[in-house]
């Protein structure tokens, strides 16, 4: 009668495991958190019963980066999930042991994070969602909807180093498509409306927005002003969309957390990174603005939208 109910108890013991997620950004809503656990719950880790997450945000301060991801170091958590590359360099800066897996980042070689896709080697692996063919699809639908396009405002995050290590190759691809680009860093809020009312001035007929977070946070007012000088926007993922940019083709963001989600389970389970090839995404999303369309007066070719996965009316 003893031994029954301390047999139940050891089999309802659950020992909980704990990970570390470092973003840039500002925090994420509630909605798109939850997105992430279920992608983690169909492995069979459910937070809250077997596994927990410390969650860091740097709210666009990327200064903020190095120490929240030492203080993850200092908890002890066996896996820290990395939102872009800053945040992956951050991690790999205060740690060589914790596994760190990548949710998003550029391209991982070419900034120094691990040695070669297939072979990460380190404490580094995840997946890489940032590739010049996105820019190269991105730029030739903009050119598609405007055939007089030639010249081209690029709006960066200084702060990110993915973009100064890829800027000779976008430029190459830029010339290539017989496209001026106009580059302008910035790294807060603060300075997207002089950037964008400069890239006016020196006569832009549309607006790349570079995929960031920066941008994502500031999506709002960002699209306003690109509205308020009249630039067709290409930019990154349907909340770029819904706030007023023209078109976006990117990776969706249901295979990104997918994906991740199976780099956390097999750590957890006993992969090592250096063992798990780095992996890019396979499924891919246009998305059109038509109310934007309307707004600049631009015609959307019958094409275009019947190659749309989804359309704002």
Do not use: H
């Not at 590359?85 to 042991?97: E, G, H, S, V």
């Not at 964008?196 to 699209?223: H, K, N, T, Y």
């Amino acid at each position: 009668m003893i031994a029954a109910p301390l047999a139940a108890s050891a089999q309802t013991e659950t020992t909980v495991r704990r990970i570390g997620v470092l973003s840039p950004d500002a925090p994420k809503p509630p909605a798109d958190i939850q997105v992430e656990y279920d992608a983690l719950r169909t492995f069979g880790w459910v937070v809250g019963q077997n596994l927990l997450v410390e969650r860091r945000d740097a709210n666009g301060r990327a200064e903020l980066l190095r120490p929240l991801a030492e203080e993850l170091v200092r908890l002890k958590v066996e896996i820290i999930v990395s939102v872009g590359t800053a945040a992956t360099l951050a991690a790999k800066n205060a740690t060589t042991t914790i596994p760190i897996v990548m949710g998003t980042a550029g391209d991982p070689v070419r900034t120094g994070l691990v040695a070669s896709l297939a072979r990460p080697g380190g404490n580094i692996t995840g997946t890489t969602n940032v590739m010049p063919e996105l820019d190269t699809k991105g730029l030739e639908l903009l050119r598609e909807l405007l055939p007089g396009l030639q010249r081209v405002g690029v709006l960066e995050n200084s702060t990110n180093p993915y973009f100064r290590a890829m800027r000779k190759e976008f430029e190459q691809t830029c010339r290539l498509l017989g496209l001026q680009p106009i580059i302008f860093e910035v790294a807060t809020p603060s300075e997207l409306e002089s950037a964008i009312a400069e890239m006016a001035r020196l006569r832009a007929q549309a607006l790349f927005v570079r995929g960031d977070g920066l941008f994502i946070d500031s999506r709002v007012p960002l699209m306003n002003a690109a509205l308020r000088y009249a630039l067709p926007t290409l930019a990154v993922g349907q909340e770029m969309l819904e706030a007023g940019a023209l078109v976006s083709y990117d990776s969706t963001d249901a295979e990104l957390y997918q994906r991740y989600a199976a780099f956390v389970d097999r750590i957890l389970r006993g992969a090592k990174p250096a063992d798990l090839p780095i992996e890019r995404p396979t499924r891919f999303e246009l998305l059109i603005n038509l109310k934007t369309a309307r707004a600049l007066g631009i015609t959307m070719p019958q094409s275009l939208l019947l190659r749309a996965d989804r359309v704002i009316q």
